[in-house]
């Protein structure tokens, strides 16, 4: 028990589909000591915190869903860099795995980098917003008051009790 209480659970990380069913979710975590590291330098640590979980998750999809993949995300443009550049580059390039901006956070991005990674510009993406995630977000936000002091469990029992009746 003392070993994991040098965690701390901040948020989560979900994968959705269009359909806005969650596909896969994960605690983030960061330990006291990663803590202490991203005060000081907060670029650096800031990069790390936010391309483990999109990694992992995007590796699991992989393996699972196979070729022709489309992933919207907020920062898509600048995370297909730190995709092609880890180890699941490779096999995110020879599957065609392609990230896109999602509607909502793609007009915060300048005209060029809209053009590239915008959903309204990438042919065959339909009427697609890329924004379930949002969309998931929000329904949890009524549960903020009533699990902003409670435990990790009863945290999780919450939340998927919420789940369970959205069916």
């Known amino acids: 028990k003392c070993m994991f209480s040098v965690f701390?659970?901040?948020?989560?990380?979900?994968?959705?589909?269009c359909?806005?069913?969650?596909?896969?979710?994960c605690d983030m975590v960061k330990s006291?000591?990663?803590?202490?590291?991203f005060c000081i330098v907060v670029s650096l640590a800031d990069v790390f915190l936010s391309a483990k979980y999109p990694l992992a998750i995007i590796g699991h999809l992989l393996d699972i869903y196979g070729?022709?993949?489309?992933?919207?995300?907020?920062?898509?443009?600048?995370?297909?860099?730190?995709?092609?550049n880890s180890s699941l580059g490779p096999?995110?390039?020879?599957?065609?795995?392609?990230?896109?901006?999602?509607?909502?956070h793609g007009h915060a991005h300048n005209w060029m980098c809209q053009i590239d990674w915008h959903l309204m510009y990438i042919d065959g993406t339909g009427h697609m917003e890329g924004e379930g995630c949002e969309h998931i977000f929000s329904s949890l936000n009524e549960l903020a008051h009533s699990t902003c002091h409670a435990s990790p469990f009863h945290q999780h029992q919450a939340i998927k009790q919420h789940f369970?009746?959205?069916?």
């Open 164 to 167: 369970s009746i959205l069916g």
């Open 67 to 84: 070729k022709h993949g489309e992933i919207t995300y907020d920062i898509g443009c600048t995370f297909s860099k730190t995709l092609r």
């Open 32 to 37: 006291g000591e990663l803590f202490v590291y």
């Open 91 to 104: 096999c995110a390039h020879e599957l065609n795995l392609w990230m896109m901006v999602g509607v909502f």
């Open 19 to 25: 359909h806005q069913f969650i596909l896969l979710a």
């Open 8 to 17: 701390d659970k901040s948020r989560i990380f979900i994968a959705v589909c």
